[in-house]
C-alpha cells in the first residue's frame, strides 16, 4: 500500500459555549482536516485544530502551510509504516508536530481500515471501553462557576476543570471557594490556568486553597517556575502546555516536578508520539489524559482511542471539543459524554468513522 493523495480541508469549529481562558477566548477556530487516500482507495482522516492563535506557539493557518512541506514529503510510501512516515517529515520540516500530528492520526485510521483492525486495537487493546472525561468551566463570576458545577455534577460529569488566570488573583480564589463548596464526594476538581500565574501568583493561591482537595494544571508558564512552585506547594501539579515531546515528559517525571500531564495529541505530533509517552507513564505510574485543545470527530476519535488504552489506575482519562462547539462530522458515531464518559466510535476499522464523499467541501489543497 502507498499513499497516492492527501487533500487538505478548512472546516470552522466555532464556539457555542462561553470557553475563556486567561490567555483568550475561543471564537471560531478553522480546523484543518486531511484525507489520505492510498492505492486501494481507501481513506483515512487526520486533524489539527489549535484553540486560539494565543494557546500554544502555532496556529491553524500555519499548520495548513506546514503541510504544503510534509504532504508532499510523505507521497509514495506505506501509512502503515508510522515510523518511516515521521522519519520522512521530520527530515522534510523541523518542529510543526499539529500539521505532523494531523498525517499520523490520518495514517493510523488509513492503517486501521486496511488491516480491518481499530486503532485502538492497533494501540495494545482497550483498557476501559467508557472513557471518562472532564468538563472546563469557563472564567467568569464566582457565581457563574458554581452554578456550572452544580449543573455539570447533575449531568454525571465527576471531573471538572475550572480556568483561572489572567486576572487579579483575589478573584481566581473566590471562584474557586465557591466551586468547592458545591462539589460533591467524588468529584475531581483541576484548576487549569493555561500557565497564567507567576510562581509567587501560584504559592498565594495554594496557601489561601490550602485544605481544598484540586490539582493546579499548568499554573505558571515555564518548567524553571513549576520546580520553583513544586516545592513550595500544597496541591498537586498537573503539567500541560510545557509537554512539547517525550524528553519533557521524561524530565518532569524524573524531578519530581509533574504528578501528572494533561497531554495533546496534535502538540506531541501525533498518535504514534503520544503511544510512547503513554507507555512511559504507565511504566513509571504517572497519571495523563489524553486531550486536543480543540477540534471535531477526528481529533475527538484519535484522543479516546488513546484514552481507551490508559491503564485504568493512573487514567485521568480523554477530553473532547463537542459540548463547546456542538459539531459532529459524523453525526451516528462521533464521539459524545453520556454521564460523564465518552465511548468508543463504533462505525468500522480504523477510527470507526463514518463519512460521505464530499462533505468538508472542497480541498483548500491536493498533493499527488
Ligand atoms: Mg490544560
Not at 159 to 187: F, M, N, S, Y
Not at 207 to 213: D, K, T, V, W
Not at 337 to 347: R, S
Request: glycine share 10%; with cysteine; proline share 5%.
Amino acid at each position: 500500500m502507498a499513499i497516492q493523495e492527501i487533500r487538505i480541508f478548512c472546516v470552522p469549529l466555532a464556539a457555542k459555549k462561553l470557553y475563556n481562558m486567561s490567555s483568550s477566548v475561543v471564537s471560531t477556530p478553522f480546523s484543518t482536516v486531511v484525507e489520505v487516500v492510498d492505492s486501494s482507495g481507501l481513506k483515512g482522516y487526520g486533524e489539527a485544530c489549535l484553540a486560539s492563535p494565543q494557546y500554544q506557539p502555532a496556529f491553524n493557518d500555519g499548520v495548513r502551510v506546514s503541510l504544503e512541506i510534509l504532504a508532499p514529503a510523505i507521497l509514495g510510501y506505506d501509512p502503515i509504516k508510522l515510523n518511516v512516515i515521521h522519519a520522512l517529515m521530520n527530515e522534510a520540516l523541523d518542529g510543526h508536530p499539529e500539521g505532523k500530528a494531523a498525517l499520523d492520526i490520518a495514517c493510523w485510521d488509513l492503517s486501521g481500515k486496511i488491516l480491518d483492525r481499530s486503532v485502538v486495537d492497533l494501540l495494545g487493546g482497550a483498557r476501559q471501553k467508557n472513557i471518562i472525561t472532564y468538563h472546563v468551566v469557563g472564567i467568569g463570576t464566582p457565581e457563574y462557576a458554581a452554578t456550572e458545577a452544580e449543573r455539570l455534577q447533575r449531568e454525571g460529569i465527576t471531573r471538572i476543570q475550572l480556568k483561572a488566570g489572567g486576572r487579579p488573583i483575589d478573584q481566581d480564589i473566590e471562584c474557586i471557594k465557591a466551586v468547592c463548596k458545591v462539589l460533591q464526594p467524588g468529584t475531581d476538581l483541576a484548576v487549569d490556568t493555561n500557565r497564567g500565574w507567576t510562581s509567587a501568583e501560584a504559592v498565594k493561591v495554594s496557601n489561601a486553597c490550602a485544605g481544598l482537595s484540586l490539582s493546579l494544571e499548568q499554573p505558571c508558564s515555564t518548567e524553571a517556575e513549576l520546580i520553583q512552585l513544586k516545592m513550595q506547594c500544597n496541591h498537586p501539579i498537573i503539567v500541560d502546555e510545557n509537554t512539547t515531546d517525550i524528553r519533557s515528559v521524561a524530565r518532569m517525571i524524573s524531578s519530581g516536578t509533574a504528578d501528572g500531564f494533561g497531554l495533546k495529541i496534535t502538540r506531541l505530533g501525533g498518535v504514534t508520539n503520544m503511544r510512547a509517552i503513554r507507555d512511559l507513564c504507565i511504566a513509571t505510574h504517572t497519571p495523563m489524559s489524553s486531550d486536543d485543545a480543540w477540534g471535531g470527530d477526528i481529533i475527538a476519535a484519535a484522543g479516546v482511542a488513546l484514552g481507551a488504552t490508559l491503564d485504568p489506575h493512573f487514567s485521568r482519562g480523554a477530553w473532547i471539543a463537542h459540548p463547546y462547539h456542538q459539531t459532529h462530522y459524523d453525526e451516528v458515531n462521533g464521539p459524545r459524554i453520556e454521564n460523564g464518559f465518552v465511548t468508543l466510535p463504533k462505525g468500522g476499522p480504523g477510527l470507526g468513522l463514518v463519512f460521505k464523499d464530499g462533505q468538508f467541501g472542497e480541498p483548500a489543497a491536493v498533493y499527488s
